[in-house]
């Protein structure tokens, strides 16, 4: 569960980042004033960044999880044959 928390979070501050962002370049564009400086749309951006960032971590440590749980339950090894030659 928490695994899957921390790829919500990153959906999350990706979907928040997204409409920041519109939203400064409409008022950057829409409006001739600078009420929207190029720091905060860098900020934004980099904001957008690291949600994607987090949400791939989120999914490559649950596919992660998903193989070390299918192996963990597997034997270290097969015996074909018994030295009795029973099998």
């Given amino acids: 569960k928490p695994l899957k928390v921390i790829s919500i979070s990153g959906i999350l501050i990706s979907t928040i980042a997204v409409v920041l962002l519109i939203g400064m370049i ?3 564009f829409a409006v001739d004033a600078e009420l929207v400086s190029y720091s905060a749309i860098l900020t934004a951006l980099l904001m957008l960044m690291m949600g994607i960032l987090i949400t791939v971590q989120g999914v490559i ?3 992660l999880v998903d193989i070390f749980s299918a192996t963990k339950s597997r034997p270290t090894y097969i015996v ?8």
């Fill in 80 to 87: 074909k044959e018994s030295a009795n030659g029973k099998k």
């Fill in 26 to 28: 409409v008022v950057k």
């Fill in 61 to 63: 440590a649950v596919y």
